[in-house]
């Protein structure tokens, strides 16, 4: 029955504690450095809050559930679980491909940190990514990527790294497991910022690993007590409890995103817009092949930086800020970071506002 669910019964159900008379229905928090030892010394328990944490056991087993994997791992950022994950596949004398149009910290991380390492690093844009991947060992996709919303077709990208015996990661942040599961479409690891819309609060920043493979998760998982980039115990708690109603944010969110995207699209104030919902965007037909829901994130292009700034100004309800997934709408000017895109380029990450006056809100603001 439990690939019958919706997203916000599965959502339920993967925070959900087990059914002990007595005990409490919510999860709890445990917020510990050190633990009470035992002596026998093989037992597995608990002893040092870098090494393992109840909360973070119970987050890992939801997140696993959601992503269709066996197991998870949490860190203390997005950036520190694909670092991680980097660090252990890709070896000095391997050659990695990198989103060129992703998130641009990723490509800095493999240029200054893993290229002097010996590793042979390759950008490559979604629609270049399975021709760059031809002879590479590691293949680090985004899709949708961000900010640009371009589409990488998982399925085919997957067959062609297997063919290969080459790793494939992929960064699921923008779609999130309820809008695609790319392990079912065939990567061997799935990488995330908890921090958007799983946790949706913009409250706290968190990331995450799920992979079936047993392999790489125990080498994951001994990066990560070695390195140290764990995420605390009241983090883990308020991911955990945030993610029950990720299911119910998340519908929100995207239905917000279609209504904006089909208004923007036809609004004589935007020069492009990007969404894979949009039945004329580019990726429409790959993202409709794997994708569930089309996420959150409306990628549009204003006359210039002026014109991005004056439709916050004259918005009742945008905020201007960085990241995305939270419950409020927010718009963040790309080019400030670096990105490749024009200067009145602008990333919209839909709230939970009603659709209705967000669309009008939005409407006014940009006439």
């Known amino acids: 029955m439990d690939g019958q669910y919706g997203d916000s019964t ?20 445990v917020s510990a450095a050190t633990f009470h030892l035992s002596a026998d010394e093989a037992a597995g328990l608990d002893t ?23 197991a998870a791992l949490t860190f203390a950022s997005g950036m520190a679980a694909i670092t991680a994950a980097l660090r252990v596949l890709a070896k000095p004398g391997t050659k990695l491909v990198v989103p060129a149009d992703g998130y641009y910290q990723v490509r800095r991380y493999a240029s200054e940190y893993l290229a002097p390492q010996g590793v042979t690093v390759v950008e490559a844009s979604a629609e270049q990514m399975c021709e760059a991947s031809a002879d590479a060992d590691v293949v680090l996709a985004e899709s949708p990527a961000n900010p640009g919303l371009d589409v990488v077709d998982l399925y085919r990208l997957a067959m062609q790294c297997r063919r290969r015996g080459a790793i494939l990661v992929v960064d699921n942040t923008t779609a999130t497991p309820l809008g695609q599961q790319p392990l079912s479409l065939g ?48 983090e883990a708690w308020l991911v955990l409890r945030s993610l029950g109603t990720a299911g119910l944010r998340f519908e929100r969110q995207c239905q917000n995103a279609a209504a904006l995207a089909v208004m923007l699209h036809t609004h004589p104030a935007v020069r492009a817009v990007r969404y894979p919902g949009l039945p004329g965007d580019p990726a429409h037909g790959v993202a409709c092949a794997q994708m569930k829901r089309f996420g959150g994130l409306v990628a549009v292009e204003l006359a210039d930086a002026a014109a991005v700034e004056a439709l916050v100004r004259r918005s009742a309800l945008l905020v201007a800020s960085t990241s995305f997934g939270g419950i409020h709408t927010s718009v963040d000017r790309r080019a400030r970071w670096g990105d490749a895109v024009s200067e009145g380029f602008a990333r ?15 409407e006014q603001a940009l006439a």
Do not use: C
Not at 14 to 28: M, N, R
């Open 187 to 234: 990567a061997d690891v799935v990488v995330a910022s908890a921090t958007k819309a799983l946790s949706g609060h913009s409250d706290l920043v968190a990331g995450y690993v799920a992979s079936s493979r047993a392999d790489l998760m125990s080498a994951l998982e001994r990066e990560r007590l070695l390195a140290g980039a764990v995420l605390g115990g009241f």
């Open 48 to 70: 040092y809050g870098r090494s393992g944490n109840p909360t973070w056991r119970q987050l890992e087993s939801a997140l696993a559930e959601l992503e269709g994997a066996t």
């Open 10 to 29: 599965r959502s339920v159900k993967a925070v959900a504690s087990e059914h002990v008379p007595g005990s409490p229905v919510a999860p709890q928090p």
């Open 348 to 362: 919209i990450s839909l709230g939970i506002e009603d659709t209705d006056d967000l669309v009008a809100d939005v």
